[in-house]
């Protein structure tokens, strides 16, 4: 995918329906993408892997209400 030819503003309201619609949805399409591009590994149980997973974990907890008020 060329990255130039991506309308950002369309990629930001697509994110922000998904987000809105179903916050575990986009957070397991985010783990599928950083598994695929093996940024991480879910079949490996590493310090790095676990961390980037707690991460992600940490900004829906932080953020889900603000993801449910959007709605």
């Known amino acids: 995918m060329n990255i ?10 697509v994110i922000t329906e998904v987000l809105i619609e179903n916050p575990n949805y986009f957070k ?3 783990t599928e993408i950083l598994s695929e591009n093996s940024i991480i590994d879910p079949k490996v149980k590493n ?3 676990s961390r980037l997973k707690e991460m992600i974990q940490e ?3 932080k953020y ?4 449910k008020s959007l709605a």
């Open 4 to 13: 130039e030819k991506v309308d950002k503003e369309v990629l930001k309201s």
């Open 28 to 30: 397991e399409i985010l």
């Open 47 to 49: 310090n790095r892997s």
């Open 59 to 61: 900004d829906f907890d």
């Open 64 to 67: 889900g209400e603000v993801f």
